[in-house]
């Protein structure tokens, strides 16, 4: 996955880094919703897009807090693991390998965490269960103990599954008392039957008999396809032999009929971050932690819960902690590395949130992972990061941009990614695996299409912004490719440090609302600083400093700059010199302009002679309710004297919604997603009159809501509220039997929505002002 570049040879490839370095995605598959026409239109997207590959998943067809199912979908018989399926998989490995991507599957159905409908309750998870009897000593005892309560699962599930048997370990007897220590623990065991009564000549005071069991936890893998909900359960952490056995339910398939694309276009298999609960017992638990410990563990359950607080009890815990997790790791999840690298595959893993030690499960991934949602600064684990440092693991993963619906509205852009984006790299990640690319199976008709039920963030060819959005990718490209470079050295609040053998990598971020300078390296006067920006690919040396004691980075807020100091001597790479400006002069383009309308789902039309002026401030529906891209188009006059030697030509659009692809004399000049929106565009220009055209394009989430000022054509289903948004119950029948749509005036179709006929419109559009700037440069 790259990396040990020459620093010539990362300047080579900086403007567009090649596919090793660019970002995966996450592919999501709903439910029986696949086809292999809308598998070949994502993946050629995904490389269009510049995105190295994607890892599948099979998810309920629609998600809240977990399954939460559309209803009659167009193809029921396309059931998980069917022929169907697997075909659709075969189709994916083969148009991958044609285009240059690489994919992989989440091990198992669902996004957590490990275990299929091939996992019955004795192969699934285990725990302690108790019950206990009060029992006064003195006399002799004869007692039925009750049966323990068995355990059921539920998570966020709608479904709950509760195990049908126990299997008894031991019976103990404990004082009614605090302050207890093993030794007050009576055995019982040999006093009670199979059935659990209890013979006993109890000594005088007060006891609690307690019956000590297991039974499975039930937990499941969830938010699993529609067809095997309720019929899968996780399988045993702590038993090799169970573990060995979940995983040749994995792999053995996937061999059979994916076989010739292992280690081609197939390459990993994910373990997403863990969500299955507790597991604290397996057959051959006493002898592994007596192995640990020295001692019984079963008195130790029936104590803990009499005396929950006492030193022994705490002590207790710590032993239990230890020794599962040395058997999550060493039974599970050490059996299912080996058996995928048996396999020709590698391990892609978020090691966290289970009960083992995440320190100790980095090492075992091939590609250890952490996550990172929208609402938060990006940063994520740094235990993940300090272990994979240690252990020589160059590459860290995250599962990136997850989006909570209450702020993924189909109005997430660049812009707003750009925070965590960063965050996320200066604490050391280097792959993003972006959170979600959905899979769209249906006619390109239907927009936004699929979607992961609430969840963002929305990636995908549906998206409005997907074409233009190839900046963003490239800028994450950037960053990720100067970023695996050489070691790891340091970690800071705004920025990071990596060593090569020619040179030192500093990347710095600003996440402040003010202008910030950082001191990055000390000064050495036999190295001139170097700026390769990540957001328009050019490199250039560092302006001149005022005080030259340390190697400074200014950063305007929400910017982010490498500085790259290069000890290798001879560079073999063009490095423009810093520009200072002395001077400039500001010359309004004017507020009117020629454009064309490319709505996202309805015909495209102009408007001559329009004024800038936000759309959703518009009398006119057609701009209202606008998703797509608005090209503006105008003349701009230039003379002699503003392009001589030591002027510098700026375009400052002002203030636009979302994206803008700016065009001189039909030549492209760059893709702006972030304020403010500024392009030089010297070198595009000529004396006289310049053809100028500025390509908008914002988001969703105005045609959305224009959508909902008609009646549907559809019957709504769960409403959670104007927050989350709500979904269509069902694929209504004229969708279904592929007939005109009945309702001429909703022009999007989607199977979760988060508007209503009164949700605020988002700005959108070009409106400025907008100025031509001419600079006087040194």
Not at 259 to 271: D, F
Request: with cysteine; proline share 6%; glycine share 8%.
């Amino acid at each position: 996955m790259g990396g040990d570049e020459t620093t010539a040879d990362l300047a080579g490839m900086f403007v567009e880094p090649p596919m090793c370095y660019r970002p995966y995605v996450w592919w999501h598959w709903m439910g029986s919703n696949f086809s292999k026409e809308g598998i070949t239109r994502d993946l050629e997207a995904m490389k269009e897009a510049g995105i190295a590959g994607a890892t599948i998943f099979n998810l309920t067809s629609a998600v809240q807090e977990s399954e939460a199912p559309i209803e009659n979908n167009p193809w029921p018989d396309q059931t998980y693991r069917s022929e169907a399926y697997w075909d659709a998989l075969a189709h994916a490995a083969a148009e991958a390998d044609r285009l240059g991507l690489k994919i992989g599957l989440h091990n198992c159905p669902g996004y957590s965490t490990a275990g299929g409908p091939w996992i019955t309750e004795e192969k699934g998870m285990k725990r302690v269960v108790l019950s206990h009897v009060d029992v006064q000593g003195g006399r002799k005892v004869r007692v039925q103990l009750p049966d323990p309560d068995l355990p059921s699962f539920k998570f966020y599930s709608p479904n709950e599954q509760k195990a049908t048997w126990f299997r008894d370990i031991s019976v103990v007897a404990v004082p009614d008392r605090k302050g207890l220590s093993a030794r007050d623990v009576m055995d019982l065991t040999a006093k009670t039957d199979a059935s659990g009564l209890l013979d006993w000549d109890a000594p005088s005071g007060r006891w609690k008999v307690y019956r000590v069991a297991y039974a499975p936890t039930m937990a499941f893998p969830h938010p699993v396809p529609d067809d095997v909900w309720g019929k899968t359960l996780e399988s045993d952490k702590m038993s090799s032999d169970i573990a060995a056995f979940h995983w040749d339910n994995v792999l053995e398939p996937v061999k059979e009929h994916l076989g010739q694309w292992i280690g081609k276009s197939l390459t990993h298999v994910l373990i997403d971050s863990y969500e299955a609960g507790d597991q604290n017992w397996t057959e051959g638990f006493k002898e592994e932690f007596m192995a640990d410990h020295g001692y019984d563990p079963a008195p130790m359950f029936a104590l803990k819960d009499a005396d929950p607080d006492s030193e022994v009890s705490k002590a207790f815990d710590d032993d239990l902690k230890a020794t599962v997790s040395r058997l999550f790791l060493e039974k599970g999840f050490m059996t299912a590395r080996d058996k995928i690298h048996e396999a020709g595959l590698e391990l892609f893993w978020e090691p966290y949130t289970g009960p083992f030690s995440t320190a100790d499960a980095v090492a075992l991934a091939d590609l250890p992972m952490g996550e990172f949602w929208t609402y938060s600064s990006g940063k994520i684990s740094g235990t993940i990061v300090g272990k994979a440092k240690e252990n020589g693991q160059r590459i860290v993963g995250a599962e990136a941009f997850t989006g909570w619906p209450t702020n993924s509205h189909y109005t997430e852009d660049p812009a707003f990614l750009k925070k965590s984006a960063d965050g996320t790299f200066v604490s050391g990640t280097n792959l993003l695996f972006l959170h979600h690319w959905v899979h769209q199976p249906f006619d390109d008709r239907y927009q936004p299409g699929m979607g992961m039920g609430w969840w963002g963030t929305h990636f995908g060819r549906n998206q409005t912004w997907f074409k233009p959005g190839k900046a963003f990718f490239t800028y994450l490209s950037r960053c990720q490719m100067m970023l695996r470079q050489g070691v790891l050295e340091d970690r800071s609040a705004n920025w990071i440090h990596r060593k090569t053998p020619e040179a030192d990598i500093y990347f710095a971020i600003n996440q402040g609302e003010k202008p910030s300078s950082v001191a990055l390296a000390a000064w050495d006067p036999s190295v001139k600083p170097e700026y390769w920006d990540p957001y328009s690919g050019k490199i250039s040396y560092a302006p001149v400093q005022d005080k030259e004691d340390s190697v400074r980075v200014t950063l305007d807020p929400g910017a982010s700059m490498f500085v790259v100091l290069n000890h290798g001597g001879k560079k073999g790479y063009k490095v423009s010199q810093s520009i200072t400006v002395k001077g400039e002069t500001s010359r309004p383009v004017g507020d009117v302009w020629n454009v064309d309308f490319a709505p996202k789902v309805d015909n495209p039309f102009s408007i001559n002679d329009f004024r800038l002026k936000d759309f959703k401030d518009s009398d006119d529906d057609r701009l209202k309710y606008f998703s797509g891209t608005a090209t503006y188009k105008t003349k701009i006059s230039v003379g002699k004297e503003d392009l001589a030697k030591g002027k510098r030509v700026v375009l400052d659009l002002g203030e636009l919604n979302d994206l803008a692809e700016v065009s001189v004399g039909g030549k492209k000049v760059a893709v702006l997603w972030y304020p403010p929106f500024k392009a030089d565009v010297t070198d595009f220009l000529k004396a006289g009159d310049n053809e100028v055209s500025v390509a908008v394009t914002n988001t969703w989430a105005n045609r959305m809501i224009g959508d909902e000022q008609f009646e549907p054509d559809f019957e709504w289903g769960q409403d959670r509220g104007r927050d989350f948004g709500r979904a269509i119950k069902a694929f209504p029948d004229w969708f279904m039997k592929d007939e005109p749509r009945p309702s001429k005036g909703r022009k999007t179709f989607a199977i979760w929505t988060y508007f209503w006929k009164d949700s605020p419109l988002q700005p959108a559009g070009l409106t400025g002002p907008v100025n031509l700037v001419i600079q006087e440069v040194n």
